[in-house]
T-cell receptor
Framework: QKEVEQNSGPLSVPEGAIASLNCTYSDRGSQSFFWYRQYSGKSPELIMFIYSNGDKEDGRFTAQLNKASQYVSLLIRDSQPSDSATYLCAVAYNTDKLIFGTGTRLQVFP | ETGVTQTPRHLVMGMTNKKSLKCEQHLGHNAMYWYKQSAKKPLELMFVYNFKEQTENNSVPSRFSPECPNSSHLFLHLHTLQPEDSALYLC????????????FGSGTRLTVV
């Protein structure tokens, strides 16, 4: 059973702080890793994807991948109240099948 | 229309009804997916279509019947559903291989009474 694990939260951070969201996965053969943001009542929206070990930065977001530890993380710098949402980690196996975690709810308070 | 469009947005149906969910993508993608999202559970992959051919049926009960007439349209036909089938049904599309991730539609909130 291929699994993606996330802490459900909520993770509460003050405005302007760094939010750190973590994800572990079970399938060592996984090649592609994704972070989605889902606002309440809305559909998931792709934020970032990463394929290689190391860091990938896009604006205030940084994705980090460590395949040896089977660990993916998302850092959000200068967190804003508008970042409050559920963040879904997804891992691809067998090419195009994405397996999702349950998501971590982030709350950014002013 | 842009992106991935799903209709209807909300659906209430009785257990003996037959209804269909529709999904249309305007992104030129060639893979389409149905996911089920229930409270407190991860998104569950139901069906995968690549170039109109079904390549995945994730042990979904036969009361859910997908149809993919072309690479831009995907349907989910529903009949004799159970109350536990109430959930958000999400359609997504991607380029074959999904390497750049999926684009999701807004979903259909289904309630079975």
């Amino acid at each position: 059973q291929k699994e993606v694990e996330q802490n459900s939260g909520p993770l509460s951070v003050p405005e302007g702080a760094i939010a750190s969201l973590n994800c572990t996965y079970s399938d060592r053969g996984s090649q592609s890793f994704f972070w989605y943001r889902q606002y309440s009542g809305k559909s998931p929206e792709l934020i970032m994807f990463i394929y290689s070990n190391g860091d990938k930065e896009d604006g205030r977001f940084t994705a980090q991948l460590n395949k040896a530890s089977q660990y993916v993380s998302l850092l959000i710098r200068d967190s804003q109240p508008s970042d409050s949402a559920t963040y879904l980690c997804a891992v691809a196996y067998n090419t195009d099948k994405l397996i999702f975690g349950t998501g971590t709810r982030l709350q950014v308070f002013p | 229309e842009t992106g991935v469009t799903q209709t209807p947005r909300h659906l209430v149906m009785g257990m003996t009804n037959k209804k269909s969910l529709k999904c249309e993508q305007h992104l030129g993608h060639n893979a389409m997916y149905w996911y089920k999202q229930s409270a407190k559970k991860p998104l569950e992959l139901m069906f995968v279509y690549n170039f109109k051919e079904q390549t995945e049926n994730n042990s979904v009960p036969s009361r859910f019947s997908p149809e993919c007439p072309n690479s831009s349209h995907l349907f989910l036909h529903l009949h004799t559903l159970q109350p536990e089938d109430s959930a958000l049904y999400l359609c997504a599309s991607s380029q074959a291989g999904g390497r750049d991730g999926y684009t999701f539609g807004s979903g259909t909130r289904l309630t079975v009474v």
